[in-house]
């Protein structure tokens, strides 16, 4: 009876130790660690230096972009428009996928011409992932496969949109960085984004009003 009470005397502190204890693991691994083991990021990378980076080249150093894919990786992009909440939207998208080298941490960003932004309901054109805590990597054979990035765009309406815009929608300028601190790599490409079939319907309208 006595080692019953005993039990029931000591079992709340046990509790308690116990749950201090998770606490303490769980803070020592979070910040560290990400929900797939991935490491924190410990580079340099962020949001305004991208975007100075890609909009300088953009705006003084277009012969800085390749138009050729590359060798160690598939990169493809594509531009989606669409009807949501009574407006327009035109979403572009790239990924990254069938990676034939390994790819450590990983940052994607890319903005369209620069032309949109008098097209389009956003402050800014430019979008990436350099906000992630933690490194996103890839490899042969590996998961994850792939690796996209997205953004939607509201659209001005149609009687807003001049002509010019045929012929530039679908460039989009890419960086893809990737690698060690010490050894990154960084590629920039200047594509055509492949529309999607209402991407192609919805351009054919513009022509039909201008």
Not at 16 to 44: H, W
Not at 48 to 70: A, G, M
Not at 111 to 129: C, K, Q, V, Y
Request: charged share 25%.
């Amino acid at each position: 009876m006595n080692s019953k009470r005993e039990m029931n005397r000591f079992f709340p502190l046990v509790m308690y130790l116990f749950v201090i204890a998770m606490c303490l693991g769980a803070c020592s691994l979070g910040p560290n660690q990400g929900p797939a083991g991935e490491p924190k990021r410990t580079d340099e990378y962020t949001l305004n230096s991208e975007r100075r980076d890609l909009n300088e080249r953009v705006t003084k150093r277009p012969e800085s972009f390749q138009r050729d894919t590359p060798d160690e990786y598939t990169l493809t992009a594509t531009v989606d428009v669409s009807h949501e909440s009574g407006v327009d939207r035109i979403s572009y998208e790239i990924l990254v996928n069938e990676v034939r080298v390994p790819m450590v941490n990983i940052i994607q960003s890319f903005t369209i011409d620069p032309n949109m932004i008098n097209r389009i309901d956003a402050g800014e054109l430019f979008h990436s992932n350099v906000s992630n805590t933690h490194e996103i990597s890839l490899g042969p054979d590996k998961e994850p496969l792939g690796l996209s990035l997205s953004r939607s765009y509201v659209l001005k309406p149609k009687a807003e949109i001049d002509s010019n815009i045929l012929q530039r929608y679908a460039d989009m300028y890419i960086k893809i960085s990737y690698g060690p601190n010490d050894q990154r790599t960084e590629d920039y490409f200047h594509v055509q984004a492949e529309p999607s079939p209402r991407t192609m319907e919805y351009v054919k309208s513009w022509e039909k009003e201008k």
